[in-house]
Every structure is written in structure tokens, then in C-alpha cells.
């Protein structure tokens, strides 16, 4: 693998920490550690005696961390683990921390050094092999995907990800190229997506929409983001605090939806929903922190272009509620 330096200019840093209500001695999880920007802070703030378990799927990342947390691996004071976010619950069953976990924090999405490394294949702006996998190691590529799903595939995954109102007529376009020769830049593909589109409907890159479809759909991040939301909040002690940054619609509404469950106490049983069941004899499993996403300030969005899609959300976790279950078990 190349050296690369992992420079990530961390989104919402000051605003993600406060939410998550930290104290010496905690144990966190940093699920999307990416270049330790989150994770510098949350170590500091849980210093000397807590412990910070780092994840990513991304093997440059974890390069990168290895590197920058060297002497705090030593310690043991921060475990870094390659691992997709969503496997958090089997990581901390093997860190035997589950329902010892104070906090746990994720960073939704693509980091700026995957954007701005062209080989990774993530951004129509930097041609490169279309690819777009987190782990280059395991999985199908983007090019795959372009290159053998039928038009009707290319256009539901266009439309349910990217929604993309021009799915079908990219779609269509894509297959009609992919006859004369196969797809395998970035530029490539960003080409025929922009000549699918009309000039009136280009304020952005009209490939925006479908690059983050490709992503989306390559890596399985919806699947992810579901089973870590479940598998985090089970694994946090009483009062323990979930933080999640998203970045786009998609991402924000599952997380907003999940929090809404949890406080309302529908979660336990999603069946009770469809019941006339009166909210007051449900047991809520968490609070949300504020009711609204806290969004970032213009000063950041002026340092940082691409924080200003970013949307943090923050639930605790019931402690009363938490202490019967656990009984139980």
C-alpha cells in the first residue's frame, strides 16, 4: 500500500464532543475514525484511565491512526480495529464492553482524503478507476456494477440512492455505451451522466446524484448504517450517549426515524405502531438531546465547503429502562 498521508478536516468536532457528555475514565467508540480528528478530542477528554476503541473499514485509515495513536495503542489506552461500523455489537462482545460503553460516535459517509484520491475512484471532479469501495479489498466495484446490471438495476439504484429524477434516461445511456466499450474512470461515467442531462437541470455536476447512488449502493451504507444504529445502542450502559453526523437525506432520515422509535419506545416492538396504543403506556428507551439536527456555522462552512450538508443528531440512552432489561437478561 502507498504512504499516504489520511488529512481529513474533521465536520461538526466541537459540536459532536459536547453531545456525547464525556468524563474521565469513559469507554467510547469512534465508529468512522478516519484521520483521528473526533478521536483526538474524545481522548483527551476521557484521559488518563478511559479507553477509546477506533473503527474503519478504510485500510489507509487505519494505517494512518496506527501511526498517529502509536503511543496510546501501547498503553492500550485506544484499540483500533478494520472493521465495517456496523459490526460494532460483535466487537464489543469481544472487548467483553457491552453495556459498559459510555458513548459512541459516527461520521456518516465518504472522507475528503478518499474524495481527493483519484485511484479511489469516489469523485467525478478527479478522474481515476471507477471504484468507490471503502475497502478496496472485498466487494464489487462501481465499474462492476456499471458494466453488468441491466438498465432497470442501473435505474432503481439511481432513483432508491441518488434519487435521481433522470434515472431511467441515464440508465438507458449508460447500457448503450457500455456496448461500444466498457466503463472503467470515473471520467468516463461522469461524461455520459452530464450528456443524459438537461443544461437547465445542471446548477451542480449532474453526475452528483448518481455518484452517491454508486457509493451508497457499492459499500451497502444504508444496511450498514441500520444494523450499527441497533447494534450500538444495545451495547451502551444507562445514560450512555449515541452522536451520528450524516450527510445527506437518505442517511439523516434513518437516523431521525431510529431516535423518534427509541424515545417513543416503538422500537421494542415495531408491530405497536400500527396499533392504537396510547404513547404514555410505551416505555421509552432513550431521550433525543434536542429536537432538532444541529447543523454547522457559517464560519465552518466557509473553512470547509463540504461540512455544509452535515447534520448531527444525539440520543441518551434510558437508563431506567436499561436497568430492567438487563435484568431480564
Do not use: W
Amino acid at each position: 500500500m502507498p504512504n499516504f498521508d489520511f488529512d481529513h478536516t474533521t465536520v461538526l468536532l466541537e459540536e459532536s464532543i459536547a453531545g456525547l457528555s464525556l468524563k474521565q475514565g469513559d469507554c467510547v467508540f469512534d465508529c468512522t475514525a478516519g484521520g483521528g480528528g473526533h478521536s483526538k478530542l474524545i481522548q483527551e477528554k476521557i484521559s488518563p484511565n478511559g479507553q477509546l476503541i477506533c473503527l474503519d473499514r478504510d485500510p489507509q485509515a487505519i494505517e494512518h491512526l496506527k501511526n498517529f495513536f502509536a503511543k496510546e495503542v501501547e498503553t492500550k489506552n485506544i484499540v483500533i480495529i478494520k472493521s465495517p461500523f456496523s459490526k460494532i455489537k460483535q466487537i464489543a462482545q469481544m472487548l467483553n464492553v457491552v453495556g459498559k460503553v459510555s458513548a459512541v460516535l459516527a461520521d456518516i459517509g465518504v472522507s475528503s482524503p478518499q474524495l481527493d484520491q483519484a485511484d479511489r475512484g469516489f469523485s467525478f471532479m478527479k478522474d481515476g478507476p471507477l471504484d468507490m469501495r471503502m475497502d478496496p479489498s472485498s466487494g464489487e466495484s462501481a465499474a462492476d456494477l456499471v458494466n453488468t446490471k441491466t438498465e432497470r438495476e442501473l435505474q432503481l439504484i439511481f432513483q432508491e440512492f441518488g434519487e435521481e429524477k433522470y434515472s431511467r434516461r441515464i440508465a438507458k445511456k449508460i447500457v448503450q455505451e457500455r456496448t461500444k466499450k466498457l466503463f472503467s474512470t470515473t471520467h468516463e461515467l461522469a461524461q455520459i451522466v452530464s450528456e443524459s442531462v438537461p443544461p437547465f437541470e445542471q446548477q451542480k455536476h449532474p453526475a452528483t446524484r448518481v455518484f452517491q447512488a454508486l457509493r451508497i449502493y457499492v459499500n451497502g451504507e444504508l444496511d450498514e448504517l441500520k444494523e450499527f444504529l441497533t447494534g450500538s445502542f444495545e451495547i451502551l450502559k444507562p445514560n450512555g450517549r449515541l452522536a451520528v453526523v450524516t450527510f445527506h437525506s437518505l442517511e439523516d432520515r434513518i437516523v431521525k426515524t431510529f431516535f423518534k422509535e427509541k424515545e417513543s419506545g416503538i422500537a421494542k416492538d415495531p408491530m405497536l405502531k400500527y396499533l392504537p396504543i396510547m404513547s404514555s403506556d410505551l416505555a421509552s428507551e432513550g431521550t433525543i438531546i434536542k429536537p432538532f439536527p444541529i447543523l454547522p456555522s457559517e464560519d465552518e462552512i466557509l473553512r470547509n465547503i463540504r461540512s455544509r450538508s452535515a447534520k448531527l443528531r444525539v440520543i441518551e440512552k434510558t437508563g431506567k429502562t436499561d436497568e430492567k432489561t438487563r435484568k431480564k437478561s
